[in-house]
Every structure is written in C-alpha cells, then in structure tokens.
C-alpha cells in the first residue's frame, strides 16, 4: 500500500501545481488524477481486505493533500483572531470536508468498478463528482471554492466556451482526459507489446488528443476572434487599503470615507459614472430608512455633486428594525423590536437616490452559521470577526442596481463572485457590467486573494461582461469581456484605477440556461446509485 499512497501523494501534488494562481502550469489538470488512479486499480486488482476502505483512504489523501496546499490561507484567517490550536482545528472543515466529499465519490467509482465495465464506472465517477460539487456550491457548508473548473482560470484563454457550459464544462473536460488517458495507459501496461494493441491503439489516443486539441483550439479561436460592441461607461475602481482586523480602532469613519473621496477625485474625470467602493467601506453600521439623514450620506451627496451621472456603489454595513421576527435572521430588541443586520452593497446617485442589496451567499461560520439550530454553541467562536458576524440577514435573490442613466450594475459582494449561475441571475436581470466589492485583506498577502480575482475571469467570460473590482487591500482589476486583467493594482496599496469598459446586453447561453450541466450530472448520478444499489442486493460482497 505504501506505493499506492506516494501515488496518491504524486496526484494531489500535481493537482496543486496545476491550480491558480499559477497561470501556465493548468494544462497539468489533464493527467493530474492518472497516479491516483493507477494506484486505485492497484487496489481493486489486489488481495486487500476491505478494500472499499482503502479506495476511500487513498482518494482522500490525493484530495485532502490537494485541497489543504491550495487553501492554506483559511488558516492564516483564523489564526489571526484565535489561538493557533483552535485555529487549525476550525481550518480542518474546509481542508478534510471537501476532501471526504471527493474521496466518497471514489468509494461510489469502485462499488461500479466491481460489477460494470470501465466505461459505466467512468461514467458513474464524472456524474458522482459533479454531484459533490453541486452539493459543496448549495449546502449551508457551501465552499466552492476548489469545484474542478476553476482551474482554468490561471489560463482563461483555454475555456473562452465557459459562455456556453459554465465551470461545469471544465470539470467534465478534466475528467474525460484523465479517465480516457488512463485507460490507455493502462491497456497498454496489462498488454505490455505493442504488437497486442495495435490495432485498437491508435484509436483511444487520436480520441484523447482529440478531447484535448479541439475544445483548445476552438477557445483560442474564439479568443483572438472576439469583439466588444462598443458602448462605454467611465468607471473608478477605489482601494483605500484599510487594516481590516483594526479598521473600526485605527481610523475614524470620516477619515475612511475622506480616504475613499480622496482618491476617487484624484483620476475622476467629469464623465465618470460610477466609483466602485470594496466591501463594507462605509463602515458605520447604518439604518436603511434613514439614511437620508445620516452623517455619510450628507458628506457622498456633497461628493456626488461634482460629477453630472455620478454613482457611488459601495460596500456597507447596514441594518432593518421591525415590529415583529420577519426574517429567520432577526434578533430581539430590548424594546420588543427587532432588527437584522446586513453585509450589503449601496448605490448612491447624486440625485439622492439609495439602492441597496444584501449579501446572498453569507460565508459559513464568519457571517452565517451554518445548520443554525444545530450549531449555535459556536457562534462565540467567530465573534471576533467583528460587526454581526455569524448572524447577517441575506436576500434571496440577486437584485441589479440601476443607475438614473439606465446603466444596470451587478453589485457581487466578495465570496458570492464564486458561483457562475448566482452571477449569471444578475445578468439575466439586465445588469450590463459585474461589480464585485470585496474585502481580501482577511487572507493577508497569500494565493487567496490571487485565486479570487482570477476566478473573478471566468464570470466575465461566462456572461461577456465587463468586471469592476474593487478589493479594500487588494487585487483590484477591472477584466474585460474575453477575461483579460487589463489593470490591476499591486497587494497593500492605496490607489484607484479609472477605466473606460463597455456595456454589454447579450445574453450568453450559459446565461440564459445556468449550471444545466450539472443538474444532468446529479441527475445521472441518481441512475447509477440505483445500479449499485441493485448490485448490492443481488451479489452482496466485500466491501
């Protein structure tokens, strides 16, 4: 078994090398899972005993090596606001759970692998993958974060047919290529002449270059080929760089906010029509219906007024009051009322006019607590992430922000830019550019923040939209339609960046139709758990 495990090793290491923010080492996706498997066949072949345990063990290391190099930086999160042995332990929910998630669609791959053919198994192994990460992207645990298709964003240029198959297309395109070559590879191993295979040899490997060179060429293509419809709209994109873990200690809200004027007036120009702020740069916990009234807002508007269409989409932290517990959300007042708090997005128009957006897809543990009833005894823990942290309300559904020019503005707040279809619902109504407000400084100076703003590319391939960035520490961008990072700012710098982008209507058919493939995947996993389950209860077996 020992080989088996330097193999599963060898896979999770590939895996890694292969993953952003690593940018032309990608290609590796498409033999990185052959050790593993390899070393699964080994142990389907072999005298093991319970070699149902062995298969799910050896996945999991593959995985869990995978997943814990890649997202490291979960732990340099928490570690700043907790003691490191708790730190570590919280970090081995995201590191181990989405590696047994992966490691049990293995354990499923060999309950087919014993009674079918290759092919049904293969087959069964794709859809039970998929299954896992369509559960990871919707369950209160959701962090899809390390969902196979992601790995092409370090080398968009490859998966510019994300417009029609979302991320979805890439984990099917990884898993075709690694399944195919493995089958090849390992025919010829149990032949071990070349005279034997000959005659079928050629075939299986013109199909695996094909699988390889077709999408490749036909997104290189499309790639050199695309056009923007001109339509332009000036945008600033503001970094103010505040410490994150001491920004309500360190600086006063009006120094925050005169930071954010300072620098969105230094590139302005007098056509600007919207100044994107990161997440929760207006700081000051704010009630939505009076608004009008408060301090900040008077201090923007008198900023708004120096630029004709100008618009402020910011980062907010904001709360509602009601008579009674009209949200899942609300918390009691002393007084008998309630309130909600809110991770939002503001839009401010110099006419006056406010729009807002609650935060949808709330991280797990730091703004929500997941399976609520259940685990509340930990929401101490996360306490110290500051505001009301483990307990924001949230909407259900994506809303556009749109400007007094008619310009519609998809306001994606930080994590939520990780779900393809959550995005494409903005699109779908009528947002025309993709703003994403967030706050990376959490991570530090890690691959964190560099995985998300290149995961922040395949949103703007998918829908053909503009993105504008704005990240409180860094990266700031702004990515054109075909996934260029055209500007970009460097990590813990205070600047801004003006861009003229162009506006897009079309929609995409990824757009339109949403993560279809993975609703076939998990559709066709169910098909093949009703043929292990009528395996199992005809020839049971060692497991």
Request: proline share 4%; hydrophobic share 45%.
């Amino acid at each position: 078994m020992k080989n088996n495990y330097l193999l599963a090793l060898l896979s999770g290491f590939l895996l890694w090398l292969a993953w952003p923010p690593l940018n032309y080492t990608t290609p590796l996706l498409f033999i990185a899972f052959i050790p593993l498997l390899f070393a699964l066949e080994e142990i389907m072949r072999g005298s093991y005993q319970k070699k149902g345990k062995k298969i799910f063990l050896t996945a999991g290391i593959t995985c869990l090596f995978w997943n814990t190099a890649s997202i490291y930086w979960v732990f340099n999160a928490v570690n700043e606001i907790m003691p490191t042995v708790i730190a570590a332990l919280i970090s081995l929910i995201p590191f181990g759970l989405g590696a047994m998630l992966m490691a049990i669609a293995f354990r499923l791959y060999y309950q087919l692998r014993k009674k079918y053919s290759y092919t049904i198994a293969a087959a069964g192994l794709i859809s039970f993958w998929i299954a896992y990460e369509l559960l990871h992207q919707s369950w209160d645990l959701s962090f899809p974060w390390m969902n196979l298709g992601n790995g092409f964003a370090g080398f968009h240029q490859l998966v510019q047919w994300y417009e029609y198959t979302g991320v979805y297309g890439g984990t099917i395109w990884v898993w075709l290529s690694n399944l195919i070559l493995f089958q090849i590879l390992y025919t010829y191993r149990l032949n071990n002449k070349r005279n034997k295979i000959a005659q079928k040899g050629i075939i299986m490997p013109l199909v695996w270059l094909a699988i390889i060179i077709i999408p490749s060429v036909l997104s290189i293509t499309r790639y050199v080929g695309y056009e923007e419809h001109t339509n332009p709209a000036e945008v600033v994109v503001v970094q103010p760089n505040v410490e994150p873990y001491n920004k309500y200690t360190t600086m006063t809200v009006e120094d925050q906010i005169n930071n954010l004027i300072r620098l969105s007036d230094s590139i302005a120009q007098p056509n600007t029509e919207f100044f994107i702020w990161p997440e929760t740069a207006i700081s000051e916990l704010t009630n939505e219906e009076t608004i009008h009234t408060s301090r900040v807002f008077i201090r923007l508007q008198d900023f708004l007024n120096r630029y004709k269409n100008g618009n402020i989409l910011s980062g907010i932290e904001s709360y509602l009051i009601y008579d009674s517990a009209k949200t899942s959300s609300a918390r009691p007042l002393e007084n008998g009322m309630y309130w909600d708090a809110f991770n939002a997005a503001v839009l401010l128009e110099n006419t006056g006019k406010v729009q807002f957006y609650h935060k949808s897809k709330l991280v797990p543990g730091v703004e929500k607590m997941p399976f609520r009833e259940s685990l509340s005894f930990m929401t101490p823990l996360f306490s110290a992430f500051g505001g009301a942290t483990g307990a924001y309300g949230s909407q259900e559904e994506p809303s556009v922000f749109y400007a007094q020019s008619g310009i519609g503005a998809a306001p994606v707040i930080c994590y939520e830019s990780i779900w393809g279809d959550y995005v494409g619902e903005y699109i779908q109504k009528g947002a025309q550019f993709i703003a994403i407000v967030t706050n990376d400084g959490w991570w530090g100076n890690t691959s964190g923040k560099d995985q998300h703003v290149v995961y922040a590319k395949l949103r703007a391939i998918e829908n053909r939209r503009w993105v504008a960035r704005s990240a409180n520490t860094g990266i700031s961008a702004f990515i054109n339609q075909r996934g260029d990072i055209v500007q970009h700012t460097n990590w813990w710098e205070p600047t801004a960046l003006k861009q003229e982008i162009n506006l897009n209507e079309e929609l995409t058919f990824y757009t339109k139709h949403g993560d279809y493939l993975a609703y076939i995947g998990i559709g066709a996993s169910f098909i093949f758990l009703v043929l292990i389950l009528i395996k199992l209860r005809k020839t049971p077996s060692q497991t």
